[in-house]
């Protein structure tokens, strides 16, 4: 009765810190795996969790970690275990199923289609994460990752259980289409899932996020603080994970300012530290938006306006809050 609760509560531990591997290499004292894609990426799962482990005790010993920034992201996780794994891993079989047929060609895993890979990868991450911000009903599912109101290696498990359903029900379409093979498809998954959580690295582990040189031939943990941050200059930017191409392309490639340190967080105020609220409050507010709108059109554009639109026309976009920034500065210019 006592022991299948700590089984269950030592492997989780053991999944997330990733290091099944090891111990199976190390109990059969065989480290061929290591030889192997799976062995190799096995290997090197452990590295991410344990910067998180370090980041947190950096924060300890200068004395400013702050319990609430984790508590609710670890409530997330753990209900996102539950929920969304399963959920996520059959919508990747789908679309490979369902698409494959029907892709333009395919592709090798070599270096020229790893890098053709990932830069339609790239354009399938665009597409699902500008959607995110800009269609209210996703946003719903996407503010629980912009709710944490500081920086840190564990924000990358906050989202609600269905966007990476969402997000690669699009970006794996995107990719059988445009002819990346699923075992290319996979490597480049790996590559990103790793570097999407340490663009999240906090400044207890990483000061200065911009990676000398690479701040500007890559997007960087400083590109995605910006994207994390609630300053008019800064919102619905830097969309991409690892390659700006597309950021480039479209104008939402958005680099740190000195003077405009990222201010972390949602333009909705809510109860910093509430479960339900982190997890669950964006959905209350489209539903009480969408009550309180008169007609049907009305009722409906909500859903798929972006978020901060209102069928009053006083809109709290990020455009509208962009341009009114802009606005005010200058009109401060021209009176100096």
């Known amino acids: 009765m006592i022991l299948a609760p700590l089984t269950t509560i030592g492997n989780e531990l053991i999944g997330f810190f990733g290091i099944r591997s090891w111990l199976d290499m190390m109990a059969h004292h065989d480290y061929s795996p290591l030889r192997t894609y799976k062995g190799f990426t096995g290997a090197i799962g452990p590295i991410l969790p344990l910067l998180l482990v370090y980041e947190i005790i950096r924060a300890l010993v200068r004395k400013n970690f702050k319990g609430r920034d984790y508590k609710v992201i670890f409530m997330t996780y753990v209900l996102n275990r539950v929920l969304g794994t399963f959920i996520s891993i059959a919508a990747f079989a789908f679309c490979v199923g369902l698409f494959t047929p029907y892709a333009i060609f395919q592709s090798h895993i070599t270096w020229y289609w790893l890098i053709y890979g990932y830069v339609v990868w790239e354009f ?36 609600f259980f269905l966007e990476a359903p969402y997000a690669d029900v699009i970006r794996t379409s995107t990719c059988i289409l445009l002819g990346v093979s699923p075992p290319l498809l996979l490597v480049i998954m790996f590559i990103d899932g790793t570097w999407g959580m340490f663009i999240h690295a906090s400044e207890h582990l990483l000061r200065d996020g911009r990676l000398g040189f690479l701040n500007r031939v890559i997007l960087t943990p400083a590109h995605h603080r910006v994207h994390h941050a609630r300053n008019p200059l800064y919102i619905d930017t830097n969309f991409c994970n690892l390659l700006n191409v597309w950021d480039r392309a479209f104008g939402t490639l958005q680099h740190q300012q000195p003077d405009t340190p990222p201010e972390y967080g949602i333009t909705r ?68």
């Open 269 to 336: 105020p809510w109860h910093v530290g509430s479960f339900w609220d982190f997890y669950f409050g964006e959905i209350v507010a489209l539903g009480r938006d969408v009550k309180r709108a008169p007609g049907l059109r009305n009722k409906l554009a909500y859903l798929v306006m972006p978020p901060g639109w209102s069928h009053t026309g006083k809109h709290k976009t990020a455009s509208a809050l962009r341009a009114a920034m802009l606005d005010q500065l200058r009109t401060t210019t021209s009176k100096k």
């Open 124 to 159: 399938g991450h665009f597409i699902y994460h500008y959607l995110a911000h800009k269609v209210r009903l996703l946003w719903c599912l996407h503010s629980t990752h912009h709710a944490p109101e500081s920086m840190n290696l564990a924000v990358s498990h906050a989202h």
